[in-house]
């Protein structure tokens, strides 16, 4: 075992906590690891609870010897949800058109996950963000860059309509009813998962059916979904802003990507001086378990950049 690893059995896990925000948002969260280690700040996409970021890979991330943060974004698992802001499918295929307005936005999820690390006491993080996160991960860096350390963004976006774009499939399929009950709900999430899904890193049929269950069992809401669509279809175009980051930057991205076309992970390492891009053949939409060690290695080497 290499200086700086821990075994598995040796790290400290939490239990689920909550973090009460000054905004009145309580945001779920849950480490792994030693808390005097420098931080990972895990931030999940679109929908998705601080869980897709399985166990085994936050462990993975913990042993290399950091201290591993997930938590659930407002609107998705036990986190604050604002049920009072009620979105239509008309809202979201007019704001799919460029035509709309949202609850709340990109930014303030990015406050979110600041008010998050102020309230554990850390002053910066290496910041991951997959999909909707990496958006939420690129905006703490331009507007809270004294609180990255390094920025990992995957398979995300700049914001700029004309790079990352949504295969028209995948959209029907994200507008498409998720099911009234716990069961069609998973079978279904099944389903449209494979649409997205990595071809070539295929993860089993009872594995996304067990975590469609949690999920839906931790407080799954559609209209928490449709408030998370609205804010990544009403964001700005970070282009411009994003050439002000300064800190080690890794874009990672998969060849065979519906949801957001790896153009925008292209775009995302052309915009900030010095990114490192990894694209990978066969990579869908999907933290697929097999590349668990190539995620891994790269947060890692990232994060020794920004020593």
Same mark, same amino acid.
């Given at each position: 075992m290499d200086a700086g690893q821990a075994r598995e059995e040796d790290i400290v896990v939490s239990g689920e906590l909550f973090a009460h925000l000054p905004s009145g948002l309580d945001l779920c969260h849950q480490t792994f690891g030693d808390p005097?280690?420098?931080?990972?700040?895990l931030i999940m996409g679109l929908g998705g609870p601080?869980?897709?970021?399985?166990?085994?890979?936050?462990r993975l991330l913990a042993g290399r010897g950091f201290h591993v943060i997930r938590y659930d974004n407002r609107d998705t698992g036990r986190s604050t949800k604002l049920r009072h802001h009620r979105v239509s499918r008309t809202d979201v295929v007019k704001a799919f058109l460029g035509?709309?307005?949202?609850?709340?936005?990109?930014?303030?999820?990015?406050?979110?996950?600041? %008010?998050?690390l102020d309230q554990l006491g850390i002053d910066?993080?290496?910041?991951?963000?997959?999909?909707m996160g990496g958006m939420i991960a690129q905006t703490m860096a331009v507007e809270h860059p004294s609180r990255v350390r390094s920025l990992t963004s995957i398979m995300s976006?700049?914001?700029?309509?004309?790079? %990352?774009?949504?295969?028209p499939l995948v959209m029907r399929t994200m507008l498409a009813p998720a099911g009234r009950t716990r069961p069609e709900f998973a079978e279904n999430s099944v389903r449209n998962g494979k649409v997205m899904a990595s071809p070539a890193f295929p993860t089993d049929d009872d594995v996304a059916y067990a975590r469609a269950l949690e999920t839906y069992d931790r407080g799954w809401i559609a209209s928490g979904v449709s408030r998370h669509m609205l804010a990544v279809l009403t964001q700005s175009d970070r282009s411009q802003r994003l050439r002000a980051v300064a800190v080690p930057t890794q874009v990672i991205h998969g060849s065979?990507?519906?949801? =957001?076309?790896?153009?925008?992970?292209?775009?995302?390492?052309a915009a900030i001086p010095g990114a490192a891009l990894l694209e990978i053949a066969g990579m869908g939409h999907d933290l697929p378990r097999q590349l668990y060690g190539t995620?891994?290695?790269?947060? =890692?080497?990232?994060?020794?950049?920004a020593r």
């Open positions: 005097r280690d420098e931080s990972v700040l601080m869980t897709w970021w399985s166990e085994e890979f936050c035509r709309g307005t949202a609850p709340y936005g990109i930014d303030d999820l990015a406050d979110d996950a600041v %008010g998050l910066a993080a290496h910041v991951v963000g997959v999909s976006t700049t914001g700029r309509r004309t790079v %990352g774009w949504i295969h065979r990507d519906l949801l =957001v076309h790896r153009s925008g992970g292209r775009a995302t390492a995620f891994v290695d790269a947060i =890692v080497a990232n994060a020794e950049r």
